[in-house]
């Protein structure tokens, strides 16, 4: 049998059995990311989920969803993950299990002898009826699958009941115990090495006394003897006298070596399609699972996010305890605590979450954190937050600060025009615009006055936008905005508390909290003076004496 040894029904029933897509095979992916990743630091989430296996699961990651039934269906599999540890510890063993077919079978392309390369296409034939057996038993002991496993655990049924699978697992059982059956004996003399078939009478070469000395001295034994037999180490390689003795093997006993070829040239590949792209796409569920374990157990909340559907007359959103998933990773391992957990709403007519506040008292980590959470619902995954209903973003967009570079002779601003404008023009209601420090190198009117025409633009649009700024005038245009504050400590205002509460602009009160600590506000600066009014004088002569030096000097 040549081709899928799986029973596949038809191509296009293979193309539609999935865990990770409803209905289709999901589609073309791009191999790049989404450009804004980076600002969101979803290129440092998704290289940690790289990081945990060889199979590359960045596809799955990187590309949003525009059907909430195929994100129903993935949220399915992580519920069912999530609430049965023996299932999840099974798939585990069966990624385990899939990784030795796939360098099974490397090993049988790789390597240059023949009944090496075939040996190990056996051995992999041999774990992937391991795997599909396992697989099978698991999932039917699983109670109330989601559709997604539910859909794989259908297939398993019909592939096994199919003649194909039958017949493949017949040959290799039947092929497997004839190379059992191989007895040879290695007799070493100097440097002359005899192979011979292992037979119970005496041959021209020698007989095997040990049996029959074993037996004699066995009464004259009073503890156990040290064993002296040697593990043979489990190698892909070969030397020479060991490819010599194979092939000699071979010739003296062709039957099971001939059984072995025909068996080769009959299943080059005979992986079930199905089960490889199981393979692959559990391994996305498996991996965000594990970072979510480990983040849990250090206190970050996480949930299955409710999604507004397209049409739906509640369009009112709503996160509690929403963290930065990119700064939980980086945190060292066993540190103890978790990145500040913030709320965020808009109901009605609200459409930009205007942050300001002091610097460095986490406004851009507020909004990466709301960045991530609208692409991690949008690719059915679990969010970190305490609950979360938000809409199914049709675009993510950033504007995050850059630095110029040397080609850009337009200027900064110009180039901060063009990329808003861009954003802008293709925004539409399903969108989330995430704007980060904009228009920092003009003056404040200018700033306050384009900062108002993009934000009159998102909330025409009815997008939802969250806006950090400097500019506190912005947060009070109208009905469409909701300021937002990084907070300080109440008893302390020069201790950032890294909370983003929703509430009115504070104006300089950092400011002035830090010049009082400092001893710089106006009172104190001019007590200090007056208290050292020498050191004033002396300065004050200063331009005089300068001058005077100048003169000395240039004469």
Known sequence: MKGCAGGCVSGQAVATISVAFDGSAGGADSDADPDYFQDLRLDQVQASLRRR????????FRRRLDDVGTIRRRLGVFA??????????????????????????????????????????????????????DLVGLLNAAAELGSGLAAIADHLSSLQQGEAFRSFATETAEVDRGLATIRYVVRIKGLRVTVSLETDQPSDDGYDYSAQVADTFARLQQMAA?????????????????????????RLDPAPFDALRRFCDDHTDFLDPVLVRFDEEVQFFLRYLDVVTRLSARGVSFCHP????????????????VVDLALALALAPGTDGRPVGNDFARSGAERVLVVSGPNQGGKSTFCRSVGQLYHLAAIGCPVPARSARVRLASSIDTHFERQE??????????????????????????????????????????AEFLGTKIIEQIAAKEAFGVYVTFVEALATLGQETVSMVSATDPEDPTRRTFQVLRSAPTGHHYAK???????????????AIEARPAAVELDRDRPARQGRHDQEANS
């Open 80 to 133: 069912d993950l999530q609430r049965d540890s023996e299932l999840r510890a099974g798939l585990l063993r069966f990624v385990e299990t899939m990784e030795r077919v796939r360098g099974c079978r490397k090993n049988a392309t790789d390597l240059h002898h023949d009944h090496q390369r075939r040996g190990w296409l056996l051995e992999g034939a041999r774990s992937y009826l391991r795997a599909v057996r």
């Open 53 to 60: 296996g060889r199979i590359d699961v960045s596809p799955l």
């Open 513 to 527: 909290a830090l010049a009082e600590r400092y001893g710089l506000v106006r009172g104190a600066v001019t007590d």
């Open 405 to 446: 570079e040397s080609a850009d002779v337009g200027g900064k601003l110009e180039n901060d025009l063009r990329r808003i404008h861009a954003v802008l023009s293709r925004a539409d209601a399903g969108s989330v615009i995430l704007i980060n420090e904009m228009f920092s190198s003009t003056t404040l009117a200018d």
């Open 306 to 321: 409710e999604l507004i559907e397209p049409g739906d007359p509640d369009r009112d959103e709503q996160v509690e305890d």
């Open 226 to 250: 040290k064993s002296h037999v040697s593990k043979l180490t489990d190698t892909t390689s070969m030397s020479y006298v060991e490819s010599d003795i194979l092939d000699r093997v071979a």
